[in-house]
């Protein structure tokens, strides 16, 4: 299948073609040097690139410079030019975070299943490397290290668009990347970026079909949506989280107040962060003064439903956006429910399936909570936040999961891998 | 996310969306029963199934006969006939199926892994249905009871387009399992048929992301084609096998002629049949004459390269075209080739990655082939036609996944189910 042929007609006649396949056939190439390299080769490999990003700070921080320099002429946002940046800490940080996974197990080789059969024909189902991995994102220069490292020990090579905002910065961790690869001896277009291809060179990617084994989109809702309806590759879509917890009637008021300010103070900005606080009625006399006064003092603004409000006024009058809505920022929607079912329809209703947690003391509801919400991450009396590639102890995380194909939740190294069966026998036929 | 907004323009203008949807949206109902529903009411409804389809044999094939009458108006090829006609004993075999997977464990509820964090939150990942499997396919009334059947035990709803050809019998075969879905207590909507719709449901089905959580295709190359492309929604695709067996130096003549011979001539037309044949050089002289003697004296036409031509003439030379066809015939392309770099290089280039098979009696040869061989299926010494999900022990199979997302080679129940994460805490919260 010609990737010509698959590319949207507008993308192809932007694209240096010949270019961009040379890239692809060269890490297709790559892959099969990957795919037989064994965990000492791949973890000497992240050894040397966390080395070599550290004894490469300077140049880092320099082209992260020109980038910031120049989002700040186009006006980027402080939330996107503060992701954008790398600090020598921030950098300090990215080779720690290569060096964590020189520690995980990799699942390349894995025995998933297997059996013999009756005619003494054994079956293994053993995990392979997929092949070749896209991601396409947004001024995330972390993320650039962090896929290729998690690609490199799960096997795979990295083909990269990270965006025109970081292109200088993304541009130079590359480069330091493929130095300490052909160091130690691997190809260096194991890890590559596309971002010289702009956007055609990301629309030829997501119909690149045949040349890209799975593609990750991780940014914003737009950049997701269009990856998941423009993409013939396959995908994982990770991300959006419209994050819910239910206060039930039986619930403790110190793990509502400790769980529910967690999941909204401490980092507002993720995925995980809790959106909307559901709270039974008969629960919300006792239970909303502490706990949305908790977060007042923390400077959150409640957007109530007219019960809610009621009962503690020093809030606004939610609407139906804000049932809707990821904040992503100090604000929450709080409505007061009848019972666990009506809890349970509104998820249904306005969950992203990433992450719902209980607070309860009732084991029936617990159970049916658990059984019924149908979120990657179902949780009884924790904060959201858990729901996290690192404290599930994956490691770096190449995103979460929020389709149900493959991987739901975070992605760890198993999830970068296919599986292929062994069979082998010894003259064996079909009867 | 409205169907009506994904739906493709042109389709959408012909669709009876409010019909369709509401078709829809009672599967998302069902399904939330059936994600809840105990094994052994999933196999009290199976075995009904089973009971009604042998009840119903005579509604069954007067049905069919309608669509065969159709069919031969319309000039349907001798296969595509063969392949849409119901006998009793067809019905029975149908029948059969469905008891088998009463045997087969259910999926539902398995715990892939788990652990407790050192703060005490225990993290456990448990299957769960996909909710609502789509499936789209071409006159094959069996796929309609396998479908329905294994979407049903893996608790997952089953949307079934199966296609003008064989309308009348699967609109039978459906009306009589939605019968015994009821009398078991099941929601009728559990198994539905979209094919009232025509070509505009397949279209609208293939674009209903966020009510079909799983499409499978089956059927024609151009039939997966289309929806791989067309799709919002996350295909497994399944299909072609351009398979092919290795005969290296060290290959047993006795082993070499029966497997070849099982894997062309027992079942010609199934994607695990062999197409290609890659003979090391230094065994040609030894192996060809008795290995093709036995396939002509089957009556397979060999279509050779000018090396195994001057070997055995008895055969027709071989084009380009033959190392790319799925002939699905008697008929079998036969190569000679230098050493297992070349044959492994040929399969890289022509294989669809279903299933390849090397006869050998080298081990570094066997465990280089197994390695480097990136298929669903990689064999030693056994014929390719034991890519199955009956052979494997699945009971009937959804297809054979030919690419490496979620499923790759004979997919079976657990392949069905999705996961989720269940994570139980006592007021922890993220420090």
């Known amino acids: 299948m010609s990737l010509l042929e698959n590319a949207a007609?507008?993308?192809?006649?932007?694209?240096?073609?010949?270019?961009?396949?040379?890239?692809?056939?060269?890490?297709?190439?790559?892959?099969?040097?990957?795919?037989?390299?064994?965990?000492?080769?791949?973890?000497?490999?992240?050894?040397?690139?966390?080395?070599?990003?550290?004894?490469?700070?300077?140049?880092?921080?320099?082209?992260?410079?020109?980038?910031?320099a120049r989002g700040r002429e186009n006006g980027l946002s402080t939330g996107l030019l503060d992701r954008l940046t790398l600090t020598p800490q921030r950098v300090q940080g990215l080779a720690d975070a290569v060096l964590d996974i020189v520690g995980i197990a990799d699942p390349v080789g894995e025995s998933v299943r297997g059996k013999t059969l009756p005619n003494g024909v054994h079956l293994e189902q053993v995990r392979v490397p997929f092949g070749v991995v896209g991601a396409i994102y947004e001024a995330r220069p972390n993320v650039t290290v962090d896929i290729a490292a998690l690609a490199l020990k799960s096997g795979n090579v990295a083909v990269l668009r990270g965006g025109s905002a970081a292109e200088r910065t993304n541009a130079v961790l590359v480069a330091v990347i493929q130095a300490a690869l052909t160091r130690t001896g691997l190809p260096a277009a194991s890890v590559q970026t596309i971002d010289e291809f702009g956007r055609p060179g990301a629309a030829a990617l997501m119909r690149a079909r045949g040349h890209v084994d799975l593609l990750v989109p991780r940014g914003s809702a737009q950049l997701i949506q269009t990856v998941v309806t423009e993409s013939t590759v396959p995908v994982i879509e990770t991300g959006a989280g419209v994050v819910h917890i239910v206060l039930d009637a039986s619930a403790r008021e110190d793990w509502a107040v400790d769980i529910v300010r967690n999941a909204k103070v401490q980092r507002p900005s993720v995925c995980n962060a809790v959106e909307t606080l559901l709270v039974h009625a008969d629960a919300a006399q006792r239970l909303l003064p502490p706990v949305l006064g908790a977060l007042r003092a923390e400077g959150v603004t409640i957007h109530s439903d007219e019960r809610a409000l009621a009962i503690f006024p020093d809030a606004v009058p939610a609407t139906e956006e804000d049932w809707e809505t990821e904040y992503m920022s100090l604000d929450l929607a709080v409505r007061v429910v009848d019972d666990l079912d009506e809890a349970v329809e509104h998820i249904?209703?306005?969950?992203?399936?990433?992450?719902?947690?209980?607070?309860?003391?009732?084991?029936?509801?617990?159970?049916?909570?658990?059984?019924?919400?149908?979120?990657?991450?179902?949780?009884?009396?924790?904060?959201?936040?858990?729901?996290?590639?690192?404290?599930?102890?994956?490691?770096?995380?190449?995103?979460?999961?929020?389709?149900?194909?493959?991987?739901?939740?975070?992605?760890?190294?198993?999830?970068?891998?296919?599986?292929?069966?062994?069979?082998?026998?010894?003259?064996?036929?079909?009867?």
Request: with cysteine.
């Open 348 to 431: 249904r209703r306005y969950s992203t399936s990433h992450t719902e947690s209980i607070v309860t003391n009732d084991l029936a509801n617990a159970d049916r909570f658990l059984a019924e919400v149908d979120s990657a991450v179902v949780m009884v009396n924790a904060s959201t936040r858990f729901t996290d590639g690192g404290e599930f102890g994956f490691g770096a995380e190449v995103g979460i999961s929020t389709q149900k194909l493959h991987a739901r939740g975070p992605m760890g190294l198993p999830e970068l891998t296919s599986t292929k069966w062994l069979v082998r026998g010894s003259g064996q036929i079909r009867g």
């Open 9 to 68: 007609p507008a993308a192809a006649g932007d694209l240096d073609s010949a270019a961009f396949l040379a890239k692809l056939d060269a890490a297709k190439s790559a892959a099969r040097v990957l795919a037989t390299t064994n965990t000492a080769a791949k973890d000497a490999a992240l050894e040397a690139i966390a080395q070599d990003l550290l004894a490469c700070v300077d140049d880092i921080v320099a082209a992260n410079a020109e980038d910031l």
